[in-house]
């Protein structure tokens, strides 16, 4: 049997083309479906929305702790600058989202259908569906594509909640949020009245990371929010010292965090929306889920050639094969990994076993995870409870605080600090810091894990002065201080060396 393509991708996600061009550098011949244009590339471009207007919040907060200094912007004819309610800068955010917009119109360009077409991927729009005879193809527009294999990138949809009452009213998720925001074509910080604006009060719902995100993006544009979580603590599966001091940070902005509070029913009562979260009741103006995502995949057919899945995600192994060997998938489908870059992993390691041969298997112990409030958590490899639960007490935790670095200082930016847990021969085990700037930084940690590199050898890493990275030598250095403490062989031999040459001098 003849086949038209080495590799069919269903699903124009990031990873899908990711995938794609990877695979035409390969010089495979790859075909690119698009079942709903425009709607899966824009899920990709929200999440760069919510990073604009993070930084727009974080701005603005600036501007409040400048003000505070009494340090405000010249503005003609008036000595200071109209402040809202808030105590943020009341400003008009039209020109704030026609530079959202520029953003992400420059992130996407090199994604674009021209530019794809022209690296030699067919790109196909339409929905389709997978079919099993004569042979395993995939249909789209009436016409039966067939490949050596196949990789579904589909991405996924909010998971909505089975609240009682939750269908009766208009909500947020964070794939829409800011598309609804577009929609109306301007935005501004809540409490003006010149032009349309964001609801004013919010209830953010779910145990998700991007819960706190965008509960803090809101807050810094002057919205009130309450986040609602139902477990004890946010950032649950995270390092508790970690979730504790984002939790402490948020509340600290003005968010009202409400823990451990499943939330039962929702109802409008005379035009405001009233959220029942444990024994408490809400009143807001917009709801928020961020209760997790499910599979766009019942289009497809998956039953049909014998694929099955949940709505965690499809049942892969660890080779990103689905229970139909010659399908793989990636992303968010994959269950588990919402962030970017682990979806790029995944597609990596699909597509080798895709195009040659199915032997490469997914090793998440070197991939960073990241939550992107401020401050920002990063972590990788094993955290302090998984490697006391594998190693017991052969091992050592590590910590660095960001007080101690003369340029957090600098930047008035010291809440936080770097763990590292660290095996008794040096091997780093695993890492997490929170604080600013921790997304680039976990960088480094996850580089020395992949290749297994001595803590011991970034105390002779000579780091430019002064920066944040400086916080690596300063743990090498006090890991190696604890190491020599604690051996006293080591101690007497070297009190006796230095006895003897002062004797010599004599």
Partial sequence: MTVD?????????????????????????VALVDPQPGQTSWLG???????????????????????QWRIYPQIADSTEPDMSQTGFPSLPLTEVMEWANLVVANCSEQN????????????????????????????????????????????????????????????????????????????????????PSLPKSWVVIGDEPIAPELAQTLVRLGCEVTLVVSTTRIL?????????????QLEAEGIRVLTDSPVDQVREIEGKTWVQAGNKAIEADAILLATGEQPNVESLNLEGVGIKYTQ???????????????????????????????????ASIALKNALFFPCFKVDYHGIPWTVLTEPQLARVGLTEVEARKRYGKNLWVMREYFKELDQAQLLGQTTGYMKLVVG?????????????????????????????????????????YPTLSEIFKKTAIEWQRQRMSRNQTLKNFLEGFFNLRRSWSK
């Avoid at 016409?143 to 009682?164: C, V």
């Avoid at 020395?448 to 780091?463: C, D, S």
């Fill in 45 to 67: 471009q929200g999440a760069i929305y919510t990073r604009v207007l993070s930084e727009i919040g974080r701005k603005l907060e600036q501007m409040r702790d400048a003000a």
């Fill in 424 to 464: 008794r021969n040096g091997t780093i085990l695993g890492a997490t810091i929170v604080g600013s700037q921790a997304t680039e930084l976990i960088g480094e940690i996850t580089l020395a894990i992949e290749q297994k590199i001595n803590l011991g050898l970034l105390a002779n890493v000579y780091y430019p």
């Fill in 112 to 195: 674009s259908p021209a530019i794809l077409a022209a690296l030699g991927i067919d790109i196909i729009t339409g929905e389709g569906e997978f079919c099993r005879l004569p042979h395993l193809g995939f249909v789209v527009n009436n016409r039966r594509l067939r490949s050596r294999a196949y990789l579904i990138a589909t991405g996924s949809r909010p998971d909505i909640s089975d609240i009682k009452g939750l269908q009766t009213i208009d909500y947020f998720t964070p794939n829409d949020i800011w598309h609804k925001v577009l929609k109306v074509g301007k935005l501004k910080v809540a409490g003006s009245t010149s032009q």
């Fill in 5 to 29: 393509y080495d590799l069919i991708i269903i699903g124009s996600t990031p990873a899908g083309v990711y995938a794609a061009v990877a695979a035409a550098g390969l010089k495979a011949r």
């Fill in 236 to 248: 649950f599966q995270e390092d508790l010292e970690a979730s504790r001091l984002i939790q402490a």
């Fill in 312 to 346: 965690q995600g499809l049942q892969l192994n660890q080779k990103l094969q689905t229970t139909n060997p010659r399908i793989y998938s990636c992303g968010k489908m994959a269950g588990g990994y919402p962030c970017g870059h682990i979806a790029q992993y995944q």
